[in-house]
């Protein structure tokens, strides 16, 4: 996205404040003006006509001059006031992330998970007593802007959820508005391999928060398909529904993740729940599939992925799928994550979210469409499209 096509931000807000200001400020001095000349008027006119004429004209023009004096009172005490909001609200604004201006973060520490990816903390330096991020935590899927300032253009990633495990390499002081991401450094990539040169303490400007997909409160059953760093809007949709709206267990819904990754590096200690055979034959008895690196702590995401399921096992289940080890997320391994979670009730809404490179998105559900300029989420096709997903409403992200 190239910033100079972005129309500039204009806050109606700041815009009336100037104009009231402007015009209090105009209509004292016409009122000061206007009564100094009048009464310079009436003074000379005096000499030339009689005391009972000037003691009328004398109280005319003392009465407008109080009001003059009232209004330049007024002026006195409001301007620093409509001055000190001003203030706030653009201190405030500049302080918090928004999704007009960008914010100017450092960065903090980079945690690598694999030679081709990491996880970056970022800071503001502001000090805040709440929770900037705390609404749109409680909506769903969202993400911010990375600005690259070299090329002037940003791309958006996925900030991942705030209790995620602390890190060695994180500083003590986390604070609520501090946003992590999972970043994989790709060779073409003008955002990321600026990001990836970039080091500790250097600034990166951020907009947002940006609202991709609001997560129904209703919903009781969701697939979710993410391949790569695109396990961060999972990580979101888990703790939107278990975490940051507080909803009492009778009304979460089950959740099923599945999660292809190239190398096991990038899921180090990740076990699936349920068994798995390298070909997922049907009316065989299915061989787990066991990582060959269970001894090697585990990835963040994984750890965190683990305490989740503990804390709900009756919710939440996760199958990772490594191309190295000659998993993939199928035809066959799509039946199977449909009906592991399927409740058998017809009423209950479905939904199977899709994050990932656009030729995973493809593959599983065919391309999305760009229609009077928008993107739009095009037919379902793909695995998806010659499977049975009746009652299933399915979202590419």
Known sequence: MSLASQPPYIAIPELLIYYCYLTLARAVDHCLSRSS??????????IHTSVKSSSVRYNADHGKSRKAGFLSFAAISILPVLSYYLYFARSKEEAWLNPRNFIRYVLECKHHISPTSAIFTFDNRNRISEDPNGEIWKKGIWSVEFKQPQLQIARSYTPLPPSLPQLQTTPNRMKTDCLRFLIRYY?????????????????????GPHLEYELPSDIAEILFLAAGTGIAPALQTIHTLFEARQAPTSALPKVHIAWANR????????????TQSREWSWGKRAQPVVPDDLSRPQNPLVQWIARMRKEYPNHISVDYFVDDE???????????????????????????????????????????????????????????GKLNTRGWDVWKL
């Open 37 to 46: 000349y009048q009464c310079g008027l009436r003074h000379y006119s005096t």
């Open 187 to 207: 060779g073409y990539g003008e955002v990321s391999n600026y990001l990836k040169k970039l080091a500790s303490q250097e600034p990166l400007d951020i907009r």
């Open 326 to 384: 000659h998993t993939f997320i199928d035809e066959n391994a799509l039946r199977y994550s449909l009906r592991s979670i399927h409740s058998h009730e017809r009423q209950v809404k479905k939904l199977i979210l899709i994050s990932g490179p656009d030729g995973f998105t493809k593959y599983l559900a065919g391309p999305k469409e760009w229609q009077n300029g928008q993107e739009t989420q095009g037919y379902l096709g793909g695995l998806l």
């Open 263 to 274: 190398t096991r590096q990038d899921c180090v200690g990740g076990v699936s729940d349920r």
